[in-house]
């Protein structure tokens, strides 16, 4: 069992609306990510949180907007999004300490249709 | 240039062969090597660290070459079980960088 949990698993949502995703790990973990994955394509970085400060926004459209509320929670609030936006959004975390990374821990991911 | 180049594949394999994927990653700096493998429609889940001395878990050993700035995952005795996308992944830091992903399918 994955110890960075996602949720919703499943989100359909339309152009117009507002939506969020949420992440949550208790491993101590001071990065935390957010990537978006299309069919067939590797993991695309779309922000870095390190000590709950956003440290990379990867020039991710405004309609996505991300937020660290404390070290264990990462959200991905969704607004006014486009179809191909249509992807598996994955959370992920790591130790975040100067020098060697530790590896990334995936969440199951998030995925989101909209119509 | 990208940072990390991955073998196209797709690799078909019989039961039972052996099979190797390479990266080549173009950061020097680069610290931390792994080897991910994502299931279809599943989230990437780590297969192995790669150590500078190399390193074996059963029959998956994973090695790096820091002078040629690659990274190599051999898999022996191939079983169905290991169809799979495998990805490289190499951090400088605290930036992950993926390779595009090798899809492996083994046949029986």
């Known amino acids: 069992d994955t110890e960075v949990t996602q949720t919703p698993k499943h989100l359909v949502m339309g152009m117009t609306n507002k939506k969020s995703l949420k992440c949550e790990q208790h491993m101590g973990h001071r990065a935390m990510y957010w990537y978006k994955q299309k069919a067939k394509k590797p993991p695309e970085l779309m922000f870095v949180y390190s000590y709950e400060k956003l440290s990379i926004n990867e020039s991710v459209p405004s309609r996505f907007s991300p937020e660290c509320p404390n070290s264990s929670l990462l959200n991905l609030h969704l607004h006014a999004l486009q179809p191909e936006d249509s992807a598996l959004y994955l959370c992920a975390s790591s130790q975040a300490s100067s020098g060697i990374t530790g590896e990334l821990f995936f969440g199951e991911g998030s995925r989101l249709t909209v119509l | ?108």
């Open chain 2, 1 to 108: 240039r990208k940072e990390v180049e991955q073998d196209p594949g797709p690799f078909n394999v019989p039961e039972g062969a052996t099979v190797a994927f390479n990266c080549t990653y173009s950061n020097s700096a680069s610290q931390s090597f792994f080897w991910y493998r994502q299931d279809c429609r599943k989230e990437p889940k780590l297969l192995m660290s790669v150590y500078s001395s190399g390193n074996e878990d059963g029959r998956f050993t994973a090695q790096l070459n820091r002078a040629s700035q690659y990274i190599s995952l051999l898999i022996r005795d191939s079983k169905l079980s290991d169809s799979a996308t495998y990805l490289c992944v190499v951090t400088p830091g605290n930036q992950f960088y993926f390779g595009t992903g090798t899809s492996l399918t083994v046949i029986p």
